[in-house]
């Protein structure tokens, strides 16, 4: 097994920084090319395990290729067995920072720098909590972030589930589970939605939704799972419990980039611009993102697989040119 002070001496093709699905096929790819990357998974980085936001939930339905579905840790770990499997040198350190002035680039870990011609940068968005009593109890046991990726389990069907949140991300989210749930509740702290108008007349005009101004959650509530909800309305400050089975985040999420110093350019929330669409290119040679850090749209992981290939393909493109 390679130690990892016997990298530092070296200059690498690739170094990959995370390790959800966007980083293992960004490795997978490089890796079949005989590139020989190095990643560098993350040690509890931005407060989840390597394997990135699929590490926190349950099931998994709407990846290609498990007609039964698949645990989103499990479907990480196979991703990682097949990344060694082929050649990729894994190490669980979180990056510090990545000094880009000159090439090939430097990775700091703590007292350790390692050099690469290419970096792809596949640190993915954390879903923003809201930090509630009985969060972290029911976090993946009723709670989510993610209506696409749990709101047709059959524990949401039929059910009265509730969205968190004002903006067009909240709306999308509370109008997706209307298809599944027997009554939204989109729970909203002032007397007005941020979202586009076309989402607000959407969501105001489904049967299914009902908007609860001024209010807030105080305490999720259940025994093995989500049971009940206690809330606040801010404006007369009273209190009361709601019986559901369901509570999902759409309050955005954050882009794990601190640690680039503003060397990538990014979008005002954080998000690292590319190039062009269909190009995972930044605007440093040689440096490509891909998956949840640079795409606030999709944020699934069958599009963060595809934005790995394609940062891949795009680093040994770029590799290629300089021979």
Same mark, same amino acid.
């Given at each position: 097994?390679?130690?990892?002070?016997?990298?530092?001496?070296?200059?690498?093709?690739?170094?990959?920084?995370?390790?959800?699905?966007?980083?293992?096929?960004?490795?997978?790819?490089?890796?079949?090319?005989?590139?020989?990357?190095?990643?560098?998974?993350?040690?509890?980085?931005?407060?989840?395990?390597?394997?990135?936001?699929?590490?926190?939930?349950?099931?998994?339905?709407?990846?290609?290729?498990?007609?039964?579905?698949?645990?989103?840790?499990?479907?990480?770990?196979?991703?990682?067995?097949?990344?060694?499997?082929?050649?990729?040198?894994?190490?669980?350190?979180?990056?510090?920072?990545?000094?880009?002035?000159?090439?090939?680039?430097?990775?700091?870990?703590?007292? %350790?720098?390692?050099?690469?011609?290419?970096?792809?940068?596949?640190?993915?968005?954390?879903?923003?909590?809201?930090?509630?009593?009985?969060?972290?109890?029911?976090?993946?046991?009723?709670?989510?972030?993610?209506?696409?990726?749990?709101?047709?389990?059959?524990?949401?069907?039929?059910?009265?589930?509730?969205?968190?949140?004002?903006?067009?991300?909240?709306?999308?989210?509370?109008?997706?589970?209307?298809?599944?749930?027997?009554?939204?509740?989109?729970?909203?702290?002032?007397?007005?939605?941020?979202?586009? %108008?076309?989402?607000?007349?959407?969501?105001?005009?489904?049967? %299914?939704?009902?908007?609860?101004?001024?209010?807030?959650?105080?305490?999720?509530?259940?025994?093995?799972?989500?049971?009940?909800?206690?809330?606040?309305?801010?404006?007369?400050?009273?209190?009361?419990?709601?019986?559901?089975?369901?509570?999902?985040?759409?309050?955005?999420?954050?882009?794990?980039?601190?640690?680039?110093?503003?060397?990538?350019?990014?979008?005002?929330?954080?998000?690292?611009?590319?190039?062009?669409?269909?190009?995972?290119?930044?605007?440093?040679?040689?440096?490509?993102?891909?998956?949840?850090?640079?795409?606030?749209?999709?944020?699934?992981?069958?599009?963060?697989?595809?934005?790995?290939?394609?940062?891949?393909?795009?680093?040994?493109?770029?590799?290629?040119?300089?021979?």
């Amino acid at each position: 097994m390679t130690k990892l002070d016997e990298l530092q001496n070296d200059i690498h093709n690739v170094i990959i920084v995370g390790s959800g699905p966007a980083g293992h096929t960004a490795a997978i790819y490089t890796a079949r090319a005989c590139l020989n990357p190095i990643m560098f998974e993350g040690e509890m980085a931005a407060g989840v395990a390597a394997g990135g936001q699929l590490t926190t939930t349950t099931e998994v339905e709407n990846f290609p290729g498990f007609p039964t579905g698949i645990s989103g840790p499990e479907l990480m770990m196979n991703m990682r067995q097949q990344s060694e499997n082929c050649g990729t040198k894994i190490f669980t350190k979180t990056v510090d920072k990545i000094d880009f002035d000159s090439h090939p680039y430097t990775v700091h870990i703590k007292e %350790k720098q390692f050099k690469a011609k290419t970096i792809i940068i596949a640190t993915g968005a954390t879903a923003k909590r809201l930090g509630i009593d009985g969060e972290k109890t029911f976090w993946q046991k009723g709670i989510s972030a993610c209506a696409v990726c749990d709101g047709a389990l059959p524990m949401f069907r039929d059910q009265h589930l509730v969205v968190i949140g004002g903006g067009d991300t909240a709306c999308e989210e509370a109008n997706f589970l209307s298809k599944y749930a027997s009554k939204v509740s989109l729970l909203v702290r002032r007397d007005e939605l941020r979202a586009s %108008k076309v989402m607000q007349e959407r969501t105001q005009n489904n049967e %299914k939704i009902e908007i609860c101004w001024n209010t807030e959650a105080q305490e999720a509530i259940g025994d093995t799972t989500l049971k009940q909800l206690r809330v606040l309305n801010n404006k007369t400050n009273t209190e009361s419990v709601i019986d559901i089975r369901g509570l999902f985040y759409g309050i955005g999420h954050e882009p794990n980039t601190n640690f680039l110093n503003e060397s990538i350019t990014t979008d005002d929330t954080g998000y690292i611009v590319v190039k062009e669409p269909g190009s995972t290119q930044t605007n440093l040679e040689g440096v490509f993102a891909c998956g949840d850090v640079q795409d606030k749209l999709y944020r699934q992981a069958i599009t963060a697989a595809g934005s790995g290939c394609m940062a891949a393909m795009d680093a040994e493109h770029y590799l290629s040119s300089l021979s």
